[in-house]
């Protein structure tokens, strides 16, 4: 388990900074939050699925299978939510740093060329 978060950690690293390194970085957070719609709306219907079971006497071997892995499923779908919450929450911070620092560095030239 501890694996699986490190590997998210160093492959969200790795999107960051090409991220806030390219100029395009809304189509990242556009991706990313069209990725976070999508995860929610699995958790929801697994959820719908483990509450109202399609069949209460004898479910499907569809429905089985979905109701037994539904836990494991909803588990990586909130971390998928959760780094990607992460992702976009730093993205906008460290977009604003920088943006911020240019323009100051920008200021801070021109005035000492006058």
Known sequence: MLYFFFTAFIVLS???LVAVVS???WRKQEL???VLTLATASVAFLINLIVNPPEKHFPS???AKLLNAAPQAILFLCA???FLLLFMT????FTRIILTSITFLKRTRTRSVA
């Open 14 to 16: 790795w999107i960051f």
């Open 23 to 25: 100029r395009s970085s």
């Open 32 to 34: 990313a939050r069209l």
């Open 61 to 63: 071997d569809t429905a």
């Open 80 to 82: 998928t939510a959760f």
């Open 90 to 93: 730093l993205l906008n911070f």
